[in-house]
């Protein structure tokens, strides 16, 4: 009996906790498939193009069909044109209502902009980046503008730039005040302005780091227009511009219309000064002023005759290398360097001022303690283990891609002061053992000092080996040192798996920087400065995808000059080679010649 009273007990409490369960309304169901559908505005308070808009106390809400969270409203909310104070967005229940700090101006067309802040609670599913427009006057303005930002160096597409527009006109505006209307770039540079009114305006795009809708030249990049832009295009509903785009369909994202381009380029310091002074060696002094184009009237050292002094800009005019060249003394105590030098003053003008440095001699550097170093001694030759004190050291580059267009690169570690040819020899060894002499022709660099090249004459061929023999004492630097005896050898492929690519260069006016680079274009394989009509060859590739990229270097200094903001100066044009259609990637198989004729007029068209 007790038995069976236990028993019933039992399937009593198992029948009322399944009856709970069934009762439970506020478990959710376990299982099922994983929400993918983004949340639904179900409404707007008030109507999406409101006018009349309070200027003082007035709310937005939207209200979505399931819970929603924001996600880095600060970052990603933002009101066109802008306010001293971002608008406070929060959720409530379902609805996210949106207020503003400050009053609004009146009579003026409003965009709020959410980007891709908007995404449900459960997985995350983004909404769409919806902008509200709304006026606190009578009417909504109703032009657009559309547009690509690209860095000014790579083209590479500058996401989340700020794209700002200014009804005023004056050069003062892009540091003093708010813009009239504005945007942000999206992953593939593209921008949609809206909401403008009737022009003109002047148009700028910089990366506001810090937010506060002000360009900021100490730490900010910078793109201008170069003339005043007066929008004349219409908003509508149908406008291909306003397209919602997949991230991943680059093919749809690209296919937007773009009224205007911008690049982005980093502006150069205005305030010239000295930032860094060192001693890299004992003899041998290391100047970085802030701004490139350094004026520099004289240069002291305390107890060193000028005589002894040697210095070395380097191209962009903002580093310094200053050399002692006196071989009677070792300067093992500090120096005492005096530079005069045109320095910005509090006005930022450029003023004649003398400034003194003491400089530590360099720490020794400390030789690593290696186990069984004797053993290694010796295994050294005679010559390793009695290194003469004068002996010039120095580094020989031979890279076989660049072979025919660069030779043999020496960098020695201080000025060349005496070359002599006889002690130098090219020779080459084809496949079957061959050997020969070849002539050459040394380089010196127009800059640097302590960089030539030694390149060789007459065809290079594939397949053979080349090698730079130097005799003893065949360069000497500012100190006397000399050389040992050297080889360095290169040997070029003969891999039937690599390929060529030559381009036909017409219509070159002047001078420019050509360059193969991968198509992130953040490495380059090869580079050619050119001044006139003519082919490029660039051998030895690896199957792959490549661009080419040509800057029209109007100074011929061989780098990409930046612009000016103040100058009105855009960037030096950088331009890619397209194929006739569109692409500027250029795929490259194996054991192939490629051939293609460029036209730089029209590449520089724009």
Known sequence: MKFYNLFFAFVISIIAYMLGSCANTTTPPMGGAKDTIPPLLVRVLPDSGSVNFPVKGGQVELR????VVLKEPQKTIFLSPPLDKRVDAKIKGKSILVTFPTQLDS????????GKSIVDN???NQYNQYVFPFSTGSYLDSMMCSGTILNAATLLPKEDITIAFYKDISDSVLYNIFPSAFSRSDKFGYFVVRNLEPGPYKVYAFNDINSNNKYD?????????DSLFIPGVVLGKDKTELIQVDEKDTLVALGRPSEISLYLFREDPAK???KESKRLQS???YVRFSAPDADVYSIKLRGVDSTFILREFNLRRDSLLIWLMDTTKSYTDSLYLTVGYLKSDSLNNLTPFKEDFRLAAPKPVKSEKIENSETLERGKTTRERQKRANLLDFEILAEPALFEQQGFIINFPAPIVKIEKDSIEVKFKTPKGETGLLNYTIVKDSLFSRLLKVIPSGRILPGYEYSLNLRDNAF???YKFTNDSIVKTVSLPSDDKLSKLVLDLKGVDGSYIVELTNI???KVYRSYKITRDGNLNFPYLQPGKYSVKITQDLNGNGIIDTGSISNKKQPEKVRLFTLSNGSSIITIPESAELNQSINLQTIFTD
């Open 217 to 225: 030249p100490d730490n900010e990049e910078v793109a201008f227009l």
């Open 476 to 478: 000497r630097d500012i």
């Open 64 to 67: 979505f069909d399931e819970y």
């Open 107 to 114: 009579g003026v067309t409003y965009t709020l902009n959410f």
């Open 283 to 285: 003899k041998m002094v």
């Open 520 to 522: 992130t274009r953040d």
């Open 122 to 124: 459960n997985e995350g």
């Open 272 to 274: 010239q000064f000295i």
